[in-house]
């Protein structure tokens, strides 16, 4: 039978494949969203700043600052990649979302699982980087590779969770070919980061898992996304052939505006495996990038299922404006 013999987490924002001095180029979007989503509320950047002034926010966007979380963030990759390494599973599992890089409004599935033999990472061109957003372009190439690459899936593990999922309750969506979405790249960038940051552009056999976090009205919530990883952990000790499995969540912390309370709080409760705490967080909480931490969850509930620890590596904070904008990254194992 298989056996999953690694849970892994890592945030996967522009930040962290962009030089740290080059941090305030994605400003200029903050500032031109009218719509912030913090702690339950909506706000537009100005107002934003008004209600962190007593903060320090200054204290955190220093170039020093910026350089120290840089390269505290960078040093915790590379523990991830040597776990995973020393590790050496055979397979594994990305749980992931997607930002209408495949999927669009036409079609938003709450859940999916990539079955296809073979999944592709396609560069951009240079038409398409230039329709990116401010400060996005310049960190492609965290997650994309410069020339096409053909990654390998694994459909027969796909398959056996699919049906081993539907057969506890979930209703799966499945894909043996990511659609062609308006940027074209291929594989999004929540799985292109792993391939690229963990397993060091030597990527094993994989099986994408996706899960709308972004869009409702169809976001699973987090007691769902918590079961659904405890039901994964029993789809893949199910499977007959003698694996050893990794599980990955890539995604989050908080952003893009910074809550490190409620940071702290899901982190603490994945570490002591507060189930109660954990899904019960307010779900008008997880909206926009925040909601990446649905990522976590399900491989929080596949850790807690099999009894993991959590071994935090680091948690850093990384702002970038006086609106406490930017990017909280959060990297984990449970081994």
């Not at 107002?47 to 120290?68: F, H, N, S, Y």
């Not at 390494?85 to 979302?97: F, H, S, Y």
């Not at 940051?197 to 056999?205: F, L, N, S, Y």
Request: aromatic share 10%; proline share 8%.
């Amino acid at each position: 039978m298989a056996k999953i013999v690694l849970g892994m987490g890592t945030s996967h924002g522009p930040m962290l494949s962009t030089p740290p001095d080059l941090w305030h180029s994605r400003v200029p979007f903050d500032k031109s969203h009218d719509s912030h989503p913090f702690r339950g509320k909506r706000y537009t950047f100005d107002e934003l700043v008004a209600l962190r002034a007593g903060e320090d926010m200054g204290a955190q966007i220093t170039p020093e600052k910026w350089r120290e979380r840089h390269a505290a963030c960078r040093a915790a990759l590379t523990t991830l990649a040597d776990v995973f390494a020393q590790t050496r599973p055979d397979v594994a599992i990305i749980v992931g979302n997607d930002q209408k890089e495949v999927f669009t409004d036409k079609l938003m599935p709450a859940f999916v699982v990539f079955r296809g033999r073979t999944l592709l990472n396609v560069p951009l061109n240079e038409e398409q980087k230039s329709k990116l957003g401010p400060g996005v372009a310049i960190a492609t190439p965290g997650y994309m590779t410069p020339e096409l690459q053909t990654y390998p899936g694994v459909p027969d593990l796909a398959d056996h969770i699919t049906r081993s999922l539907m057969d506890n309750g979930f209703d799966m969506a499945v894909s043996d070919e990511l659609p062609s979405g308006p940027r074209g790249c291929g594989v999004p960038h929540a799985f292109g980061f792993v391939y690229r940051q963990i397993m060091r552009d030597a990527p094993i056999p994989t099986v994408p898992l996706f899960v709308n976090t972004f869009y409702p009205p169809n976001q699973p919530s987090a007691r769902r996304c918590f079961d659904f990883g405890v039901q994964l952990k029993q789809a893949v000790e199910s499977f007959p052939a003698d694996l050893r499995v990794a599980i990955f969540a890539s995604g989050g912390l908080t952003h893009f505006v910074i809550d490190e309370t409620l940071d702290r709080k899901a982190i603490e409760a994945m570490r002591t495996r507060d189930v109660q705490s954990l899904t019960t967080i307010p779900e008008e909480l997880f909206q926009d990038g925040t909601s990446e931490l649905k990522n976590w969850i399900p491989v929080a509930g596949a850790m807690s299922a099999l009894g993991l620890d959590m071994t935090l590596v680091d948690y850093v904070p990384c702002y970038r404006s006086m609106a406490g904008t930017g990017n909280a990254m959060g990297f984990a194992y449970w081994r």
